[in-house]
């Protein structure tokens, strides 16, 4: 094709539409038929997974398959009516995730196997409670993502099961452990890559990401082990995630392009340059901004067996194709001389008009049914008194701190115009200003801090005068401050209004974003440390720091005797790690007030579970007073106090080294008075021994000392 160095273009051209999809993953493309082109399916949130092909610019339905149909008769009650496609991948003797010419699906926990006219051949229900959302198929092997569990299943047997530590967002299968089994490729929330083995369902390779992952693909089908080539830049807005990534090439060059979809509506395609591998970055040489979330795209030759396309799959359930044939030129054998573009905006709207129809009288049809309903009367008066109290809507919502700009990102994305946005926070939040449209959803806000006779926190509200459907706020926290942060949506849905009430949680330690190791650059800090010592479980720890701090796993494995994680505050700079065990943690941090928070909510935790526990605090003040000292070297302006301590440094750290042995041999001598001072009155207080050297080295006072000392045993 002759295209110009690094520019990619591609037509926009509207294929068919479905109900909502909020899924990832629930489109495909079956293998070419005999005219060469290929048809897609696609699931959406009605349970149904839809067959279509293009004839002459028309979407015409191949099948539309429904799962409760199937389970409803065959006796089972495995799918519920109206639950959603979670996944849609290709399978069979070609297959793999990507590939075949046999369609599989997920609702729930059950996996439907169809054949490309939309017969089921293939039924199983996973014994898992857990909802299945990602899927790959290979041969007879099916790899199952739940939302920590990874299972693969050989002709509808379980054969593998593991584990994940964090929420799995991505799943694809590749050979990449060097053996000749494929393996499943996990993307998870905790920032980490994760390849799987069937044949020992443990993690074989691991890599790290800067964060959370959102979609997989592969690369070369004949790799080995997993390496870091290069880079492409996001942008720095949490705002744009990947949602949709795929390879193909576009431009029959011989070089595959990089397609990407992203949250915000953006779909980009980016060229490698020529004769070079894949370890080369990647170009942009094409975007697009289709004004709703991206959930699925797939590459074939769909409306035209001679130019290859992008077809996309958005949360309304729009499905578009990005082709490279140009709209403008001739439509061949057309003796009226239109255009291809006018050919297809032709078709388009016969086939609008055809779903009016159908929608008239489906319209019709429930409107006698309410009527019969009630009992009779006029059709207004039933109409509106047997209309459904509640009306549900689908909402993509999201919560996510950007360490960029040190703030959360507060979204809401529904199918359906909004009509008003409720935001009440228990805690403080500073709203920030942004030049986005897409910020400001063309919303009126209104923004008032609560009084604490009222629950203190604040009260935001958006009201939308136009069809936006989608809403992105900016909001700092203070740290410290923890507590609920409750959403309500009210979309506009004839003839009444919906709401739905979404919640999310800020932790005491909101403005820390974990990192997988700390830039040697900050290791050198002085850290203050809390020493935790205790009859808790590693567990109950990890469970204590996950109150405090985001972005904690909410398991660790079973194997493992110890862990660390660690944290970066976007807003300050700070740094804190934790080391922990069974029995003992030690939290470091530059900041004081940091360890402050966290030493107050575990004791809070430990006394509510009537775990005892023992803390210890230190501060590291020397090192940060000489680093003050090297960059300062007159120190006039410093307190008495810190001078003195920097001129006797080495003296002091001397004898600090030899404190330890001092206070031990100073409560031997004083437990040893004590226990002869009764042994003297002819008591025996040894059993009492513990209980005072607990006073002396934790709770030290006096007073209590000489109130315990003449107290009887």
Known sequence: MGFSSGVVPLALVDLAQVSTVSHKGTLGLLPPGKKGRQKFVVGDDSGTVHCFEMKRGEAQTVFSFRFADSYESSGSGSAGTGSMITAVVMGGTTGGSGGGDRIFATQGSSIVGLSRKGKDFFKMASPLSETIHHMAVQNDRIWTGCDYICSAYDDGKDSAFYMCHDRISSLVAASVSGTDSVDAVLGCQDQCIRVVKASQPEVVLQASTDAPVGALCTFSKSGMGMDQTWELPGGGDVGRGVTALKRYDLT?????????????????????????????????????????????????????????????????????????????????????????????????????????????????????????????????????????????????????????????????????????????????????????????????????????????????????????????????????????????????????????VIHFSMKPLSLHHRVHAMPRNLQARPMNALVLRGNFTMQVIHDWLAMCLPDVPPRISAEAEDATLNFENVFTGGILTASYRRGAAVVS?????????????????????????????????????????????????????????????????????????????????????????????????????????????????????????????
Not at 443 to 454: G, H, I, K, M
Not at 468 to 476: H, Q
Not at 641 to 660: C, H, S, V
Request: charge should be negative; glycine fraction near 8%.
């Open 252 to 500: 029959q060059d011989g070089i595959a392009e990089l397609i990407v979809g992203r949250e915000d509506g953006t779909v980009t395609v980016y060229r490698f340059p020529e004769s070079s591998s894949v370890g080369s970055c990647p170009q942009e040489a094409f975007s697009i901004d289709l004004g709703e979330s991206i959930r699925s795209l797939e590459c074939g030759k769909v409306s035209n067996d001679q130019y290859p396309e992008v077809v996309v799959c958005t949360f309304r359930g729009r499905v578009c194709s990005l082709t490279t044939q140009a709209l403008d030129q001739g439509e061949a054998g057309d003796a009226s001389g239109r255009t291809v573009g006018d050919v297809n905006d032709e078709n388009r709207v016969k086939q609008l008009k055809k779903e009016v129809a159908d929608l008239e009288k489906r319209v019709a049809t429930e409107k006698k049914r309410l009527e019969a309903a009630g009992g009779g009367r006029d059709g207004n008066e039933s109409s509106a008194a047997y209309t459904p109290a509640t009306q549900h809507f689908q909402a993509i919502t999201s919560c996510t701190l950007d360490p960029e700009q040190g703030a959360y990102v507060i979204s809401v994305e529904t199918p359906v115009p909004l009509d008003l946005v409720l935001l009440h926070a228990a805690i403080h939040m500073d709203f920030l200003e942004s030049d986005d449209e897409d910020d400001r959803g063309q919303a009126t806000s209104c923004v008032t801090s609560l009084s604490p006779e009222n629950g203190g926190g604040v009260c935001a509200t958006y009201r939308f005068e136009s069809g936006a459907t989608r809403l992105r706020l900016r909001a700092r926290t203070t740290e410290g401050d923890y507590g609920d942060v409750r959403m309500t949506v009210v979309a506009k849905i004839p003839p009444k209004k919906s709401a739905q």
């Open 589 to 713: 941090s530059d900041s004081a007030s940091t360890l402050a928070i966290v030493k107050e909510l575990i004791s809070k935790e430990a006394t509510s579970r009537r775990v005892h526990i023992t803390d210890t605090f230190q501060v590291e003040v020397m090192g940060a007073l000489k680093e003050i000292s090297m960059q300062e070297p007159e120190t006039p302006w410093m307190f008495e106090e810190y001078r003195y301590t920097l001129d006797n440094a080495e003296r002091i750290q001397k004898e600090f080294k030899g404190r330890p042995r001092a206070l031990e041999y100073i409560s031997g001598i004083i437990t040893d008075l004590y226990v002869d001072w009764h042994k003297f009155k002819g008591d025996d207080a040894r059993h009492r021994i513990p209980e005072l050297e607990h006073l002396l080295v934790s709770q030290y006072d006096y007073k209590a000392l000489v109130v315990f000392f003449l107290k009887h045993p």
